[in-house]
């Protein structure tokens, strides 16, 4: 006998671990996934206020607290218009809990999950966690994910597809009539769509939507989070949004794995969703330009690159060799392979990093391009 379970000994390590372990000290890092601004300082204070006054000592509800699930019931109702109630919220350990609990809730071994590919590495690694089997969907020359290929990929074992959008480690931005789909196809075919909406407010082309605005039943969850839209990865807080039915199922899993979210930080995102939100302003437009000199850097190298509509990702098309000659030069980016077989021959970069570290690691770029 094993003396460890079989679905763990399927999962692997991170690819992007890998490529930070094999980094010097002093590389430019251009594989972080987290923006480089600071946490807004109203959220800062607002934890502090919470720890000073008692109120981060002791768990909250499983659910999380009132104040905070109604910030996020607002936010939906304000931004999307979409109608959330408080009680339809669980405040999680970040969106990464949040999509765990979503799958833990609602595969059965066996079943059939399909992912984007390339795509964010922790969808197939949770699936296996779940007793699920992971089924990969590649993307669109642009990087969208195309509904068609969804719907043709389904089969008698799916139970559940997942959309990200904005993406990682795209930067796709899926269009309004794909999103329309993605409900249609979960209705239609009675199958969960589970949507990642963590980078959902860094778009600059276009718009978010998300599936839940055109479903006709409850078969679309969103899973999303302050991590990015508000510089907070370190606070581990995110919320999944579904209907009570499977909120309850969904808590079910989240009390026996977190409890809760920790106190704190729940207090720090309340006031980051009801405060000021020029510093999100600020931190979406300095993406937008740092975006627009990678790409234009990229093409001068002559390295094609899908634009990115979102997030703070790029994927050029580059030569083999390429990302560890990069390594070599202490630049890290990351393999596309890791996020997928499609990725094979592009690399992920993220502009969450300064513009003269860009322009830098892009003259390392333009003479690695050049030697191979």
């Not at 704190?264 to 937008?288: C, D, I, N, R, W």
Request: proline share 6%; glycine share 6%.
């Amino acid at each position: 006998m094993s003396q460890y379970a079989a679905r763990v000994e399927a999962m692997d390590i991170s690819g992007i671990r890998e490529v930070f372990e094999a980094a010097g000290e002093d590389a430019i890092n251009l594989g972080l996934g987290q923006p480089d601004f600071p946490t807004p300082d109203h959220a800062r204070e607002a934890a502090v206020s919470a720890i000073q006054d008692g109120m981060g000592d002791s768990y909250t509800s499983n659910k999380g607290i009132p104040e905070l699930r109604a910030a996020i019931s607002d936010r939906y109702a304000t931004d999307n218009g979409q109608d959330i109630p408080p009680e339809n919220i669980i405040a999680t350990a970040g969106a990464s809990e949040a999509i765990h609990v979503a799958i833990e809730a609602h595969i059965q071994p066996g079943d059939e999950v399909l992912c984007p590919d390339p795509g964010f590495l922790a969808y197939e690694q949770l699936v296996l966690l779940a007793g699920g089997e992971p089924k990969r969907v590649e993307l669109r020359d642009d990087l969208t994910l195309d509904p068609a290929a969804v719907e043709d990929a389904i089969t008698e074992n799916t139970a559940l597809f997942i959309v990200n959008s904005p993406a990682n480690p795209t930067g796709a931005v899926q269009s309004k009539r794909d999103m329309a789909e993605f409900a249609r196809i979960a209705d239609e075919h009675e199958i969960i769509c589970l949507s990642d909406e963590v980078y959902e407010k860094i778009v600059f082309d276009g718009e978010h939507h998300s599936p839940a605005e055109f479903a006709t039943s409850d078969r679309v969850i969103q899973a999303s989070a302050c991590s990015k839209t508000y510089s907070m990865t370190g606070w581990r807080l995110g919320w999944v949004a579904a209907s009570t039915e499977r909120i309850e199922r969904m808590l079910r899993v989240h009390q026996y794995v977190q409890a809760c979210a920790s106190a704190p930080s729940q207090y720090a995102a309340e006031a980051a969703l009801t405060g000021p939100q020029e510093p999100v302003q600020e931190m979406v437009s300095a993406f937008e330009e740092r975006r627009n000199v990678l790409l234009d850097g990229l093409e001068d190298i002559g390295l094609d690159t899908p634009v990115p509509k979102g997030a703070f990702y790029a994927m050029p098309h580059v030569p083999d060799g390429w990302t560890q000659k990069m390594l070599d030069n202490d630049v890290i980016v990351v393999p596309g392979e890791a996020f997928g077989p499609s990725g094979r021959g592009q690399a992920r970069i993220s502009y969450a990093t300064s513009t003269a570290e860009l322009k830098e690691a892009l003259e390392v770029m333009r003479t690695v391009t050049n030697s191979l």
